[in-house]
Nanobody
Framework: QVQLVESGGGLVQAGDSLRLSCATS????????MGWFRQAPGKERDFVAA????????AYSDSVKGRFTISRDNAKNTVDLQMTGLKPEDTAVYYC?????????????????????WGQGTQVTVSS
């Protein structure tokens, strides 16, 4: 089992950049596919980005493609989300998620139901 703790959220202006980080516990970080999701008030939790176990494959939602970059450091057991060109519509609580895989995989899953482990979330607010 893995525990996830997000950090790096805050209040920024449109056009600014922000970097979110997710620290994980456990000794088998490389057995997890990692993802970032977000949830705005009154809306469903949506996929943002995902990265495969070894970091070779990534996936992004259309709304963030070209602006956000997901990366992972398997030595430090962390996964980051670099956000640039932030827009007011990016305002949401951002969640880190993990999916355990028994076998080596280059998949980067994009569905909420693909992930069993979730952090508590970090608020990102983008003012216009």
């Amino acid at each position: 089992q893995v525990q996830l703790v997000e950090s790096g959220g805050g209040l920024v202006q449109a056009g600014d950049s922000l970097r979110l980080s997710c620290a994980t516990s456990g000794r088998t970080f490389t057995s997890y596919i990692m993802g970032w999701f977000r949830q705005a008030p009154g809306k469903e939790r949506d996929f943002v980005a995902a990265i495969s176990m070894g970091g070779l494959s990534t996936a992004y939602s259309d709304s963030v493609k070209g602006r956000f970059t997901i990366s992972r450091d398997n030595a430090k057991n962390t996964v980051d989300l670099q956000m640039t060109g932030l827009k007011p519509e990016d305002t949401a609580v951002y969640y880190c998620a993990a999916r355990f895989s028994l076998y080596s995989s280059n998949e980067a899953y994009t569905g909420v139901n693909d992930y069993a482990y979730w952090g508590q979330g970090t608020q990102v607010t983008v003012s216009s």
